[in-house]
T-cell receptor
Framework: QKEVEQDPGPLSVPEGAIVSLNCTYS??????FMWYRQYSRKGPELLMY????GNKEDGRFTAQVDKSSKYISLFIRDSQPSDSATYLC???????????FGAGTRLFVKA | NAGVTQTPKFRVLKTGQSMTLLCAQD?????MYWYRQDPGMGLRLIHY???????AKGEVPDGYNVSRLKKQNFLLGLESAAPSQTSVYFC????????????FGQGTRLTVV
């Protein structure tokens, strides 16, 4: 079992829809949770960064972490065609040498 | 500010050939990483370094070697390329370990025929 599991999709939604992307993780020591966005033929870029449990909002994006169920979510409101990309969840911990990435979910937003 | 730069961007190798991928970062980061990304597999860590002169194995290190002679550079070597090493390779760097943002290069698309 991978430490961070993510449904690869693809997920296709119409423009303006609310998108929900999810991951689960197995390591209780993870304290830092991140979402990276990767456009086609580009490197991943950090989108959201969350410490421990709770919600974090940035514009149309909301990251949610539930440590009790080891569940990570990213919500995108009013989705746009420019949001079409692969979204990778990731987790790490203090003192850890590396971040563990999920496989990525490919999202298509249709105009 | 270039961030993380990978060289080359594309390469085709014949089975058995060797090559070196170069990664350079200008952010004075201590940590550097090499990943490979394959369809359905996500990012898999090959090797990483927590500082100049140090290297460590990641999840899929077989068939690869690395060196970190200078803080800003992290080299990935393939001594005898195999078709299974066809992939997109990403280098990344971060200020600290798993609790900080990783900055990625643009990737190297490698095909081994």
């Amino acid at each position: 079992q991978k430490e961070v599991e993510q449904d690869p999709g693809p997920l296709s939604v119409p423009e303006g829809a609310i998108v929900s992307l999810n991951c689960t993780y197995s390591n209780s020591a993870f304290q830092y949770f991140m979402w990276y966005r990767q456009y086609s033929r580009k490197g991943p870029e950090l989108l959201m960064y969350t410490y421990s449990s709770g919600n974090k909002e940035d514009g149309r994006f909301t990251a949610q972490v539930d440590k009790s169920s080891k569940y990570i979510s990213l919500f995108i409101r009013d989705s746009q065609p420019s949001d079409s990309a692969t979204y990778l969840c990731a987790a790490g911990n203090t003192g850890g040498f590396k971040t563990i990435f999920g496989a990525g979910t490919r999202l298509f937003v249709k105009a | 500010n270039a961030g993380v730069t990978q060289t080359p961007k594309f390469r085709v190798l014949k089975t058995g050939q060797s090559m070196t991928l170069l990664c350079a970062q200008d952010m004075n980061h201590e940590y550097m990483y090499w990943y490979r990304q394959d369809p359905g597999m996500g990012l898999r860590l090959i090797h990483y370094s927590v500082g100049e002169g140090t290297t460590a194995k990641g999840e899929v290190p077989d068939g690869y070697n690395v060196s970190r002679l200078k803080k800003q550079n992290f080299l990935l070597g393939l001594e005898s390329a195999a078709p299974s090493q066809t992939s997109v390779y990403f280098c990344a760097s971060s200020y600290s370990g798993g609790n900080t943002e990783a900055f990625f290069g643009q990737g190297t698309r490698l095909t081994v025929v």
